[in-house]
């Protein structure tokens, strides 16, 4: 159980592209011609063995068919965290998970390279989640083939995402159920804990609506930098800690 990827959404695609590549030391991200689908287009970077995607409405598109992505521009009034992606062992005892609690499903997948699926974000609150089972467990298919090779030089993998809701308690319950584990307590936040320690941090609203995926932390891989190295994305904080 991992948080393998998070997903901003921006108006100007080229534009976050080259920020997000010249905060995170990279020259190449991966373009995913699948989002086609849903009426966008991207790019993914590898960081470490965690993604960061940047997704925007396709000029392709058709206006008059709103797309979920410009439906969150709209709504937020601008770029904004969209999306986070969990890499589960197995898939079957979330699905079972998701169903019993009657949460909608609104796009799956079933490949020989991946079994995936994302829920609504009204039921689940916070950001559109994804749960994906990769074949073989340390690929990622969203990243294409030569992820390894273009890995960011100063940041390694997640450690953190912070969602801001209405009710951290309850929105973090839905979450752990879903994956099956439990919420801790710090003072005001509600915490899901990953098994490779990373954290999804559930926060109350400051603003009015609640803005969910506020920020992430990247591992360092350089040892000066530390938990006061934070910049401001696609209206998303993104920390980089010594791990």
């Known amino acids: 159980m991992l948080i393998r990827q998070v997903a901003v959404v921006a108006e100007d695609l080229v534009e976050a ?32 063995h965690s993604f960061v995607e940047v997704v925007s409405p396709s ?8 797309t979920a992505a410009g439906r969150m521009l709209e709504r937020r009034g601008g770029d904004c965290g969209y999306m ?4 589960v062992d197995d898939l079957a005892p979330v699905r079972a998970r998701v169903e019993a609690a009657g949460i909608r499903m609104i796009w799956e997948t079933e490949r020989p390279e991946v079994s995936a699926f994302h829920v609504h974000p009204k039921d689940v609150g ?11 467990a340390d ?6 083939p030569d992820w390894r090779a273009q890995r960011a030089a100063k940041t390694g993998d997640l450690r953190s995402c912070l969602i801001e809701v209405d009710d951290p308690s309850a929105t973090a319950a839905v979450w752990a159920g879903l994956l099956g584990t439990q919420v801790e307590y710090r ?11 990373a954290e999804v941090r559930f926060s109350s609203a400051t603003d009015q609506p609640a803005r969910g995926l506020i920020g992430f932390d990247l591992a360092s891989r350089l040892p000066e930098q530390s938990i006061t190295t934070a910049a401001e994305f696609c209206g998303v904080e993104i920390s980089i800690v010594v791990d």
């Open 126 to 136: 916070g950001a559109i989640v994804s749960f994906d089972e990769m074949r073989p």
């Open 17 to 48: 592209d080259a920020a997000l590549k010249a905060l995170l030391g990279v020259t190449q991200a991966y373009t995913d011609p699948g989002v086609g689908e849903f009426g966008l287009h991207n790019t993914v970077i590898a960081t470490g």
């Open 59 to 66: 000029p392709a598109q058709d206006p008059s068919i709103p």
């Open 84 to 87: 986070v992606l969990f890499q």
């Open 139 to 144: 690929d990622w298919i969203w990243a294409g």
């Open 187 to 197: 003072g005001a936040l509600a915490v899901i804990i990953m098994d490779d320690g």
